[in-house]
């Protein structure tokens, strides 16, 4: 298990852009994968970006492309989700989850570790 600490959630207008950051002392240990998720009311959690360990594979939902960027930062503990054009359907709450020994992916049962996630909420 790994303890992951998520912070930038807030509100936005649409249009408008927020950074999510998500931390975790062993990020750089057992070479974890990275992956954001949120969940809406009502909805189903998904997937909306993931990074691999080395930063060097990232993958990102339909609707995040063109418009979410995930990056690791240096020392590679942190892992950032810029969100750009901010549309009120990314309304939700945002999780930052780890995968260990993984290469990434959207898909949220395979990730081990999640955080206690941060609430994004984007106004017309």
């Known amino acids: 298990q790994l303890a992951i600490v998520e912070s930038g959630g807030g509100l936005a207008q649409a249009g408008g852009s927020l950074r999510l950051s998500c931390a975790a002392s062993r990020f750089t240990v057992d070479n974890w994968a990275v992956g954001w998720f949120r969940q809406a009311p009502g909805k189903e959690r998904e997937g909306v970006a993931f990074i691999s360990s080395a930063g060097d594979r990232t993958g990102y939902g339909d609707f995040a492309k063109g418009r979410f960027t995930i990056s690791r930062g240096d020392p590679k503990n942190s892992v950032y989700l810029q969100m750009d054009n901010l549309k009120e359907e990314d309304t939700a709450a945002y999780y930052c989850?780890?995968?260990?020994w993984g290469s990434g992916s959207l898909f949220a049962r395979e990730f081990t570790s999640w955080g206690q996630g941060t609430q994004v909420t984007v106004s017309p």
């Open positions: 989850a780890g995968q260990r």
